[in-house]
């Protein structure tokens, strides 16, 4: 799990692969259609496509010519589900700033 979480937030950590990424949740589409916002060539677009691929974000059919690549849901599930654990963490550290704010209002109002 942990090699996989790994790869994904490699994958996640370039601004390009979000904007892919981000274009994909929108609907399949050809590598063309996905390198269009972004001022780089063809392969370069192909080798974020690659890394996106193998950390299982991404997935590529083929329909004759076409080949469209869609988003894969089910990693960015997990990178949730590992968060997850650390929200609570917060959620739990905020309740406990806010009793301890609350204990010192009231010794200041007597």
């Not at 589900?81 to 009793?99: C, K, V």
Request: proline share 5%.
């Amino acid at each position: 799990m942990t090699e996989r979480l790994s790869a994904i937030f490699a994958a996640l950590a370039d601004p390009t692969r979000r904007g892919i990424l981000s274009r994909l949740a929108d609907g399949d589409a050809s590598v063309t259609e996905l390198a269009e916002p972004f001022a780089m060539s063809l392969p370069a677009i192909s080798k974020h496509l690659k890394v996106l691929e193998r950390s299982g974000l991404i997935t590529r059919g083929r329909d004759a010519q076409y080949r469209p690549c869609r988003l894969e849901p089910e990693p960015l599930k997990e990178v949730a589900e590992w968060a997850e654990g650390y929200r609570r963490f917060w959620d739990e550290s905020y309740e406990r700033l806010d009793e301890y704010l609350e204990h010192l209002k009231n010794h200041a109002n007597k």
